[in-house]
């Protein structure tokens, strides 16, 4: 699976969007963007995935560039309960034992009221 | 409804000792993952679980560590001879299917102290 670089920390105004970005330059064709979280004292939280179109739920948005060699994770209207570790992760979707997820160390993002 | 859930949460071990973590998964889950979290790290892939099989053990640091799911529900990570370097969080996570992507639910970790 493809490295992903980011940013090890990052504040953000209550409120305001906040913009988290990925490097993830050598992602391979077949490779998908996932994005996870985790909140203090608790375990990782499925946030976001995508492959080369940009993708938004309930709780972010996904935005890809074209050559899909970096994305940014945008959430909209960041609140305290938003400060967490944000990790991007790059794999391949085959199912099975390959569904591990590899995880770097992650932007610890820092909501401020 | 109910989620993963791990048990102890916490578990202070004197450095020899043997200790059992559990995992709960969410009802009719077939896919059970188990990762470390050193501190101030991201976590790191253990192995895993289709049902009842092991299919996957390759992060499993040593031999003391052993991993089971008799039943292809509940599972249990089982530390031999707790070593200093084994202090970290321990995390289990599930998923309903096998094939192609679903989101892997986490639990909230059993934080593994060896004095």
């Known amino acids: 699976d493809a490295k992903t670089t980011q940013p090890t920390s990052m504040d953000c105004a209550e409120g305001r969007a906040a913009n988290l970005p990925c490097n993830h330059s050598t992602i391979s064709g077949n490779e998908y963007v996932y994005w996870y979280r985790q909140i203090h004292s608790q375990g990782p939280q499925y946030i976001i995935h995508?492959?080369?179109n940009n993708e938004t739920n309930e709780m972010a948005s996904l935005i890809i560039t074209e050559d899909r060699k970096s994305s940014t994770l945008i959430l909209p209207h960041a609140t305290l309960r938003d400060t967490a570790v944000y990790y991007c992760?790059?794999?391949?979707?085959?199912?099975?034992?390959?569904?591990?997820?590899?995880f770097g160390t992650g932007t610890l993002l820092a909501v401020q009221p | 409804g109910a989620g993963v859930s791990q048990s102890p949460r916490y578990k202070v071990a004197k450095r020899g000792q043997d200790v059992a973590l559990r995992c709960d998964p969410i009802?009719?889950?077939?896919?059970l993952f188990w990762y470390q979290q050193a501190l101030g790290q991201g976590p790191e892939f253990l192995t895993y679980?289709?049902?009842?099989?092991?299919?996957?053990k390759s992060g499993l640091p040593s031999d003391r560590f052993f991993a089971e799911r008799p039943e292809g529900s509940v599972s249990t990570l089982k530390i031999q001879r707790t070593q200093q370097e084994d202090s970290a969080v321990y995390l289990c996570?599930?998923?309903?299917?096998?094939?192609?992507?679903?989101?892997?639910?986490f639990g909230p970790g059993t934080r593994l102290t060896v004095l």
């Open positions: 679980f289709q049902n009842e099989a092991q299919l996957d």
């Open positions: 009802s009719g889950h077939v896919s």
């Open positions: 992760i790059v794999r391949v979707d085959y199912g099975g034992a390959t569904n591990k997820l590899i």
């Open positions: 996570a599930s998923s309903p299917q096998t094939s192609r992507f679903y989101e892997q639910f």
């Open positions: 995508g492959l080369k």
